[in-house]
C-alpha cells in the first residue's frame, strides 16, 4: 500500500496548494510551498488516524462476537 499512501499525500498537497491559490490569488511561492507540505503532512496523519479508527473498528466487532 505504499503507492497509495503516496498517492493520497501528493493529493492533499496539491487540494492545499489549490486552496491556498483560491484564498489568494497572488499568493507567493513560499506560500504556495508551505500550503503542500501542510497538506502532505495533514493527509499522512488523517490516514494514520482513519487506520487506527479501522483497526479500533475491527477490534471492537471481534470483541463483541466472541
Known amino acids: 500500500m505504499g503507492i497509495l499512501d503516496t498517492v493520497g499525500e501528493i493529493a492533499g498537497a496539491?487540494?492545499?496548494v489549490e486552496a491556498a491559490?483560491?484564498?489568494d490569488?497572488?499568493?507567493s511561492l513560499l506560500t504556495k510551498g508551505?500550503?503542500?507540505?501542510?497538506g502532505f503532512k495533514g493527509a499522512e496523519k488523517l490516514e494514520s488516524?482513519?487506520?487506527e479508527k479501522e483497526?479500533?473498528?475491527s477490534s471492537d466487532d471481534s470483541n463483541?462476537?466472541?
Open 14 to 16: 496539491v487540494a492545499a
Open 21 to 23: 491559490e483560491k484564498l
Open 25 to 27: 490569488p497572488n499568493a
Open 34 to 38: 508551505v500550503a503542500a507540505v501542510v
Open 49 to 51: 488516524m482513519a487506520s
Open 55 to 57: 483497526n479500533e473498528t
Open 64 to 66: 463483541s462476537q466472541a
